[in-house]
Every structure is written in structure tokens, then in C-alpha cells.
């Protein structure tokens, strides 16, 4: 074998190593990619369970909305209403946009930045969601009441004292647990993305 056969074969031998090295790099940036998207597959799923619910019970209370007779229970209904409709579809859209940033195709630093401002997104929903939710307990409560009992909860405060605290308490611990799942799995995703770094 002369010299020039090696360099050949040499050469080939790069190349196909270089073409090795490039579809190696391509399958973990898409078993990366995949494991990234289903992080996120199982707090979408609660998530539109949870907007099904949600639609259900707005579309119950606008299909009952003339049973609200004071501007008080209207103001509650419609509060209600915009609240049942308007939340799951920001975080539906928040979980989808976070859930479809393309690895592949981006460079680390522009994951990193893309990933961090949607996380941002979804953590500053979910406590505005948290806090919305307490004023949803006061609003919802005299407008099923309303709606189920033709009862003005309003004019009767020994429920108030009964409900109100309960709710409360469960609420605090359920929307706690709720963000700290929502952290825990944010946090999760971005050590994946941190893996690419390596």
C-alpha cells in the first residue's frame, strides 16, 4: 500500500467520523428535546382537565347568569366567569409555549434565554393565579349559592364565618403544593437544558 492509498483511506475514514460525530450530536439533542417536552406532559395534562372543568362550570354560570339579580352577585358572576375562562387559557398558552421551544434548532444561548423568560412567564402566572384565586373563593361562593339555593350568602354571615376560614386553609395549602409542583418541574427542565452546556 503506497502513501497515497493511506491518505485516501485516511481521509474517508475522517470523514465518516466527522458524519458519525454529527449524527451522534443530532440524536442527543433529540432524545434531549424529547425528554425536555415531557417534563411538561403531565402538568399539561392536569392542567386541561383542570380548563375542561373550568369552561364547565363558566358556561353554567353564564347559562345562569339572569338568576344573578343584585349588582353585587352580577359583579361576583361575571368576575367568576372572566376568571373560569381566562386563567386556564393563559396557562394552557404559557405550558404549550414553553413546552415548544425547539432545542434543535437553537443555540444553547438562545435556549437558555428563551426557556428563562417563559419559566419566568409561567411562575408570575401561577402566582397571579394564586392570588386571584383567594378573591375567586369570595366571589364564587354567593354565586353558586345564588345559582344552586336562590340564597344572597351575602345577607348571611354566620356561613361566611363557617366556609370562609376552611376554604381559606385549604386553599393556602393546595395553591402552595400546586406552585411548588410547577417549580420543582420548571426547575427540572432547565437541568436538562444545562446538561447541553457539557
Known amino acids: 500500500m503506497d502513501l497515497k492509498e493511506i491518505q485516501t483511506i485516511w481521509s474517508d475514514m475522517s470523514d465518516q467520523l466527522e458524519q458519525q460525530k454529527k449524527l451522534t450530536?443530532?440524536?442527543?439533542?433529540?432524545?434531549?428535546q424529547e425528554r425536555y417536552r415531557t417534563k411538561f406532559d403531565k402538568i399539561a395534562f392536569y392542567e386541561s382537565i383542570g380548563?375542561?372543568?373550568?369552561?364547565?362550570?363558566?358556561i353554567y354560570f353564564l347559562v345562569n347568569?339572569?338568576?344573578?339579580?343584585?349588582?353585587?352577585?352580577?359583579s361576583c358572576g361575571i368576575f367568576t366567569i372572566a376568571f373560569l375562562i381566562i386563567l386556564p387559557i393563559i396557562t394552557l398558552g404559557l405550558l404549550g409555549k414553553i413546552k415548544r421551544m425547539n432545542i434543535v434548532k437553537n443555540s444553547f444561548k438562545e435556549t437558555i434565554v428563551?426557556?428563562?423568560?417563559?419559566?419566568?412567564?409561567?411562575?408570575?402566572?401561577?402566582?397571579?393565579?394564586?392570588?386571584?384565586?383567594?378573591v375567586l373563593m369570595f366571589t364564587c361562593l354567593p354565586v353558586f349559592s345564588k345559582i344552586m339555593n336562590n340564597k344572597d350568602l351575602f345577607l348571611q354571615s354566620r356561613i361566611w364565618l363557617i366556609y370562609l376560614p376552611i376554604m381559606a386553609v385549604f386553599l393556602f395549602f393546595?395553591?402552595?403544593?400546586?406552585y411548588k409542583c410547577y417549580k420543582n418541574i420548571t426547575n427540572s427542565a432547565e437541568n436538562i437544558l444545562k446538561e447541553l452546556e457539557a
Open 25 to 32: 450530536n443530532e440524536l442527543i439533542m433529540k432524545m434531549t
Open 51 to 58: 380548563a375542561v372543568i373550568c369552561f364547565i362550570m363558566a
Open 65 to 74: 347568569l339572569d338568576k344573578l339579580d343584585t349588582w353585587y352577585l352580577l
Open 114 to 134: 428563551e426557556y428563562t423568560k417563559a419559566k419566568n412567564q409561567l411562575l408570575l402566572m401561577q402566582r397571579v393565579g394564586i392570588y386571584l384565586s383567594f
Open 174 to 178: 393546595f395553591t402552595r403544593w400546586g
